[in-house]
């Protein structure tokens, strides 16, 4: 087995940076590809059975990289889904405007915050981590200790909810 491991990490280093280039141009980014190329090392399970010649183990290499620079592309599209670049309307100073325009604005901010509280703990939770402070739909799935679609789920169906809100009350 130790022998197996010494001849995968001369193969591993011998295609290193062929390796690191692919994953590169895979993400786009060159450190991204550093670490999924480390990744990809540490996931070959030595071939116990002695019959995989040295192509066939740069070949799983290849196919590790291909398939760790896939998932860290569906994570980031997941994390970023529905963001937007801008805040909320009721985050950002609003020029005070005329007497009526700063009573619907208080209003509409009154109505979002009261359907804000009237949600879930943890769906408003993730809104307020999410929209307020910033963070990843990782990080607010690690917070609330859930995955991240099921973050992501209640953050899409509470901005419904405020949103239908807002669309009820000016109607």
Request: net charge negative.
């Amino acid at each position: 087995m130790a022998a197996e491991i010494n001849g995968h990490l001369d193969i591993f280093l011998k295609n290193r940076t062929a390796l690191v280039d692919y994953a590169a141009r895979l993400t786009g980014s060159r450190d991204q590809a550093e670490d999924i190329v480390q990744d990809a090392f540490l996931r070959l399970k030595p071939d116990e059975t002695g019959q995989y010649s040295p192509g066939q183990t740069v070949s799983y290499f290849y196919n590790i990289v291909r398939n760790l620079a896939f998932d860290a592309a569906k994570r980031r599209n997941v994390e970023t889904r529905g963001r937007d670049t801008d805040p909320p309307f009721w985050i950002l100073p609003q020029d005070p405007g005329t007497p009526e325009q700063t009573v619907l604005l208080a209003d509409q901010a009154r109505v979002a915050s009261e359907t804000l509280d009237g949600l879930p703990k943890d769906m408003r939770r993730a809104i307020e981590l999410y929209r307020i402070e910033g963070l990843t739909l990782e990080a607010i799935a690690a917070d609330l200790q859930i995955s991240i679609a099921t973050a992501h789920r209640l953050i899409r169906n509470g901005m419904v909810k405020i949103a239908l809100s807002l669309d009820r009350a000016s109607h």
